[in-house]
């Protein structure tokens, strides 16, 4: 069991530009959920899937954000022309179809400059 | 809509001291509970939880909750602070009414503990 991993840590980009990250979930996990966490608050939700079907999303979720998880195991978040707004860590969790604990990868940190 | 609400941004302590982080929700029905730790620049581990089972909850690192529904509250505790504690804890519920799993979490608790 390797966790939650994401990639990148870290995103520099200028305001304008559209950013990917990605989350591979722990394997056997169902359930994969991104949030947003600006400094100083706790994470809020923004999407989740269960398998390959997205089954929430939250307002926070303009349409410049878009979520996938094509196969039902890694999933991408996209954001387009990024405002400086968007900055913020970027929070990837997983867990079973049953399960209530979410597991939490490291983030990616965004800097919209 | 659930919510949570953890009192004092900011809690420090002595090495050795008690911990206490509270968390205080607002739900008709009694949420899952959770505590969750982050350490700078990391994500979130998870502490303990709270399913409906027994109300005093323990969990890694010495840490405990106990649920009680009269305050509608999950307060945080760990006997002796030692300097590895230093984060941000989160109070975070989930709806077990509906089965919704998206988590709602406070605005957190950065512990300091001092020599």
């Known amino acids: 069991d390797t966790g939650v991993s994401q990639d990148p840590r870290h995103k520099i980009t200028k305001r304008g530009q559209n950013v990917t990250f990605r989350c591979d979930p722990i394997?056997?996990?169902?359930?994969l959920y991104w949030y947003r966490q600006t400094l100083g608050q706790g994470p809020e939700f923004l999407t989740y899937?269960?398998?390959?079907?997205?089954?929430?999303k939250s307002r926070l979720l303009s349409d410049r954000f878009s979520a996938e998880r094509p196969k039902g195991s890694f999933s991408t978040l996209e954001i387009q022309r990024t405002e400086q707004g968007d900055s913020a860590m970027y929070l990837c969790?997983?867990?079973?179809?049953?399960?209530?604990?979410?597991?939490f990868g490291p983030g990616t940190r965004l800097t919209v400059t | 809509a659930q919510s949570v609400t953890q009192l004092g941004s900011h809690v420090s302590v002595s090495e050795g001291a008690l911990v206490l982080l509270r968390c205080n929700y607002s739900?008709?029905?009694?949420?899952?509970l959770f505590w969750y730790v982050q350490y700078p620049n990391q994500g979130l581990q998870l502490l303990l939880k709270?399913?409906?089972?027994?109300?005093l909850v323990k969990g890694i690192n010495g840490f405990e909750a106990e649920f009680k529904k009269s305050e509608t509250s999950f307060h945080l505790t760990k006997p002796s602070a030692h300097m590895s504690d230093a984060a941000e804890y989160f109070c975070?519920?989930?709806?077990?009414?509906?089965?919704?799993?998206?988590?709602?979490f406070g605005s957190g608790t950065r512990l300091q503990v001092q020599p």
């Open positions: 394997s056997e996990h169902n359930r």
């Open positions: 899937f269960q398998n390959e079907a997205q089954l929430e």
């Open positions: 739900s008709s029905v009694p949420p899952y």
């Open positions: 969790a997983s867990s079973l179809l049953q399960g209530d604990e979410q597991y």
């Open positions: 709270y399913t409906s089972a027994a109300t």
């Open positions: 975070a519920v989930s709806d077990k009414n509906t089965g919704r799993r998206a988590l709602t």
